[in-house]
């Protein structure tokens, strides 16, 4: 059965960091393209993070609010994709979903609607 399992949520102090992880089962993620989405209370989803599929390079995107502190990453040997985040703020507060698309591409786009398969999310809090 194919899922995708986050971990690695929890409550962190502004300033500090997580790697949340996305884990699959039941399938090679490395053929995925695999998106990072968190959606605070209130608030729309919005698109965190995206990695192409390892064929297609690996290439990498990110939002504006977390380039340079936010960093995506594979480990195919143990079928997991990484979020680490550095420099945490308050308003990086929400739940974040992995989710996935099998397809051979070399770009990633932030899209949810795109993507065919979600986790069920870990939630992150950021506060003093």
């Known amino acids: 059965q194919w899922q995708l399992v986050e971990s690695g949520g929890g409550l962190v102090q502004p300033g500090g960091s997580l790697r949340l992880s996305c884990a699959a089962s039941g399938s090679t993620l490395a053929l995925y393209v695999v998106g990072w989405f968190r959606q605070a209370p209130g608030k729309e989803r919005e698109g965190v993070s995206c990695i192409s599929s390892s064929r297609g390079g690996g290439s990498t995107n990110y939002a504006d609010s977390v380039k340079g502190r936010f960093t995506i990453s594979r480990d195919n040997a143990k079928n997991t994709v990484y979020l680490q985040m550095n420099s945490l703020k308050s308003e990086d507060t929400a739940v974040y979903y992995c989710?996935?698309?099998?397809?051979?591409?070399?770009?990633?786009?932030?899209?949810?609607?795109?993507?065919?398969?979600w986790g069920q999310g870990t939630q992150v809090t950021v506060s003093s």
């Open positions: 989710a996935a698309r099998p397809i051979f591409q070399s770009t990633c786009a932030m899209t949810g609607a795109w993507f065919t398969s």
